[in-house]
């Protein structure tokens, strides 16, 4: 049992650099870097016109390592999992996730294994572990949705007043992109620098909607799209378009405080029994290892597992209400 002791902890230490040495060195994040760096060029009074450059890189590799890249190139879920990357904002590839989890899922697994000697546990274990830097990047892209909402009535007031001001939709971009904080400064940024670089202005807004996949953002969108096959005055429909996505952004502020004791219940369905099982596994140890030396017992084990990711899926769905 040392040796497997022994195997697991180098495993995990070798995995760990390895995941860690590929998220420091992926490119990814330094597209959002050289973005923010032209802005803020533009935003520098003393910068000439003509010393600003930016290149839009287009990097379609999913791993740093050749090997990897191919194998995951021949999988249609690699390209969803890396959108779900970019969609998050993180400076990483699909390949460093995937070996993330991986190298998660396998320490778990030798771990369990060894201390329990039980190979279903085990099992249960490896998928906990290798599912957990996945909702982690889900999180993340959840979290930086909630910020660009946040941002997006200031930036359409802000492109309202200065297509009221005068200027083009283009321009009325650039400022926004210049004045809006990041995240949504910096898809702005983007939007704006693919049209400057020959891109369609519809299809760079396209492009915005594809990476932050964000329904008020889609509106808005949607309403440049519409009045630029149409015309109209778009100062007018964007001032009605803010204070939708205000009156939206309100509702679902007041739906997340209604439904607080929903999520908070079922918190505590979750947690209460995991921490019921480790009292009772400290104050009598010999009264839980009933449900893993028995076969029955492993088996009911798997049952409560199981209803208990149901639950959790269930109660998701009930406080979960889209406005």
Same mark, same amino acid.
């Given at each position: 049992?040392?040796?497997?002791? =022994? ?65 995951? %190139? ?12 970019? /969609? ?15 190298? &998660? ?67 009325? &971009? ?20 693919? /049209?400057?670089?020959?891109? %369609? ?11 932050? /996949? ?11 799209? =519409? ?44 947690? &209460?029994? =995991? ?17 893993? /030396? ?5 088996? &009911? ?23």
């Amino acid at each position: 049992m040392v040796y497997y002791i =022994i195997f697991a902890v180098f495993s995990a230490a070798l995995l760990s650099v390895v995941a860690v040495y590929l998220v420091f060195s992926e490119k990814v994040g330094m597209r959002n870097k050289r973005v923010r760096e032209r802005l803020n060029a533009l935003a520098a009074e003393t910068a000439p016109e003509e010393e600003i450059f930016y290149p839009i890189l287009r990097d379609d590799k999913l791993s740093e390592i050749p090997t990897m890249n191919r194998i995951l %190139s021949k999988f249609r879920f690699s390209q969803k999992l890396q959108r779900l990357i970019d /969609q998050a904002g993180l400076p990483m590839k699909a390949g460093a996730l995937v070996l993330g989890m991986l190298s &998660l899922a396998g320490v778990m697994f030798l771990l369990v294994r060894n201390l329990l000697q039980n190979h279903l546990l085990a099992l249960v274990a490896a998928f906990i572990g290798g599912i957990l830097p996945y909702l982690y990047v889900r999180r993340r892209r959840r979290k930086r949705k909630e910020e660009i909402d946040a941002l997006l009535p200031e930036a359409v007031d802000l492109i309202t007043n200065a297509l009221k001001s005068g200027f083009s939709l283009e321009t009325a &971009l650039r400022m926004a992109a210049r004045e809006i904080p990041d995240p949504l400064g910096i898809e702005l940024g983007i939007a704006f620098e693919e /049209q400057n670089l020959g891109v %369609s202005l519809t299809d760079a807004l396209s492009n915005l909607g594809k990476r932050v /996949q964000s329904e008020d953002l889609n509106l808005f969108i949607t309403t440049l799209l =519409i009045h630029k096959k149409t015309g109209g005055n778009l100062a007018e429909v964007l001032d009605k378009i803010g204070n939708t996505i205000r009156e939206r952004f309100r509702l679902e502020k007041e739906i997340r405080i209604f439904s607080a004791q929903g999520r908070f219940s079922g918190i505590v369905l979750v947690v &209460l029994p =995991i921490i019921v099982s480790i009292i009772i596994w400290v104050i009598n140890p010999t009264y839980v290892k009933i449900l893993i /030396q028995e076969k029955a017992g492993r088996y &009911l084990l798997g049952i409560a597992v199981i209803m208990q990711v149901f639950g959790i899926w269930v109660i998701s769905r009930i406080v979960k209400i889209r406005v």
